[in-house]
């Protein structure tokens, strides 16, 4: 008797369903693997300050409330990437309505975003999975 609880026992511990181990990465939010806020928050003021500064796109950020665009893109990101925030600005058609804003300007944002993300050494499988959550969003933003 004794013998079969030990053997159930075991069989409980070890030959159980099969549990996939992944590996820690994979595990972390990307919030969590792009470094929490205050990265967050680091990548975005130098992200918008690329963006005032790049001729393509600047013209468009000149009456902004940057403090105010910085916010919301600091909360929208965190929301995205799995953290705690809860993103309290406008959608994004509203947001971006009567801009009438084009694929080349999208792009170049993009560019700015990703020259911040190198700058701050973000590793390319987190930077793809940031502009993978954000990349869906631009149906939304452009030609509104
Ligand atoms: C993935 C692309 C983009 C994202 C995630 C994004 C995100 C945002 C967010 C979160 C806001 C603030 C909304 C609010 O105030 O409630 C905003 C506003 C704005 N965005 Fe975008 N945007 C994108 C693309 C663009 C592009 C391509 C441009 C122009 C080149 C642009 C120009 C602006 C401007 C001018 C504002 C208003 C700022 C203000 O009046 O204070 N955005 N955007």
Do not use: W
């Not at 004794?2 to 595990?27: D, H, I, M, V």
């Not at 468009?60 to 893109?73: G, S, T």
């Not at 995205?80 to 925030?85: I, L, N, V």
């Amino acid at each position: 008797m004794r013998t079969f609880a030990l053997c159930a026992l075991l069989l409980a511990a070890c030959g159980g369903p099969k549990q996939e181990t992944k590996p820690a990465a994979a595990q972390k939010s990307l919030y969590d693997r792009l470094g929490g806020e205050a990265a967050i928050t680091a990548v975005v003021d130098n992200f918008v300050g690329r963006c005032a500064k790049d001729q393509r796109i600047s013209a468009r950020f000149a009456n902004a409330d940057v403090p105010h665009l910085k916010k919301m893109l600091v909360e929208q990101i965190c929301q995205a990437s799995g953290g705690p925030c809860k993103y309290t600005g406008k959608d994004m058609k509203t947001a971006h309505k009567g801009m009438n804003l084009g694929d080349d300007e999208f792009d170049a944002l993009v560019a700015d975003l990703k020259g911040a993300l190198d700058e701050f050494k973000v590793p390319a499988q987190e930077q793809n999975d940031l502009l993978g959550a954000l990349g869906p969003m631009k149906p939304d933003i452009v030609h509104q």
